[in-house]
């Protein structure tokens, strides 16, 4: 596998994935009790957008440094935005390093509560051992108020060097009978990706139906994707008291759907969708399209 993500840290990709994943994390920690977030393709956690590979690329200045360049309008940020800016900034806070990101488990890490569970994998091992010390690095900078919490937060996570399609069922259904199943492949090899998806959605619902599952996909050409969510949910077994299982699609595109160049957008399919994250996307997708795509070549979406 050639597949660095540290060339697409903080991109406009991950800027959208991340702040659906903390806008989901926030709904689940509404309620008292704990649950599980599983992360079948972790990453390693911690990114530096100073490093060479990030230089390269300068992705992250079409993303979140973008995001962050541009003054909040006069009505504030819709709360997607501001709790996702807050979660960066506090751990360039806390690291003392302007060019920190946090990659998934980081950011959720940093809104996860001690009743919560964690369970981390990643595939190639080089990336496995950055996570392990991104995460250990988590509880060694919190500040001294919140080192205890941080430490109980950080001794609930499991972290697996494994294929994360292959250990989901193991995990599956956790004691606590609530999960957010968060689902990042690479796709470099697109339709094996698709296929291990579509038996891993299946799976998750099979053995957790209530549970909450967000799944990140490329669009580069938005007929090819529409046509895989379609055959994707006819394959999703159906709840016994509903005709499907309730869905949600948003989609932020920088570019047209169809430009075959390369990654045109950016999506995000969640089953399961806590109440009013949609109403919640309706705010933010909008505000984050205008910003990160200032010509307006592209699009964005919700269903
Ligand atoms: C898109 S990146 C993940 C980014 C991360 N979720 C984030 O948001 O910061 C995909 C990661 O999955 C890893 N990976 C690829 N195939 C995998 C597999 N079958 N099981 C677990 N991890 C895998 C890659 O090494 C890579 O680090």
Known sequence: MKYRHAFHAGNFADVHKHIMLLSLLRALCRKDKGFLLLDTHAGRGFYDLSSS?????????????????VE????????????????????????????????????????LRPQDRTVLIETQPSEHAALREAVAALARYAPAALAGERRAVVERVVIECAD??????????????????????????????????????????????????????????????????????????????????????????????????GLNGSGMLVLNPPWQIDAQAAQWLPALHRVLDPPHRGSWSLR
């Open 53 to 69: 590979e990030a230089y390269r690329s300068h992705e992250a200045d079409e993303g979140v440094e973008r995001l962050l360049d």
């Open 72 to 111: 909040a309008p006069a009505e504030g940020w819709p709360t997607g935005i501001s709790d996702y800016i807050a979660v960066v900034e506090t751990l360039r806070r806390e690291r003392h390093d302007r060019a920190a990101y946090p990659g998934s488990p980081l950011l959720a890490l940093l809104a």
């Open 164 to 261: 994360g399609y292959g250990r989901l069922p193991n995990w599956l259904p956790p004691i606590e009978r609530r999960a957010l199943v968060f689902i990042d492949p690479p796709y470099e090899d697109g339709v094996a990706d698709q296929r291990a998806v579509e038996q891993a959605l299946v799976t998750v619902l099979e053995r957790l139906p209530s549970a909450v599952v967000a799944l990140w996909y490329p669009i580069k050409d938005r007929r090819d994707t529409d046509a895989w969510l379609e055959r994707l949910r006819a394959r999703l077994p159906k709840p016994p008291d509903a005709p499907a299982v309730p869905a949600l699609v948003t989609e932020l595109c920088l570019l047209p759907p169809d430009n075959r160049v």
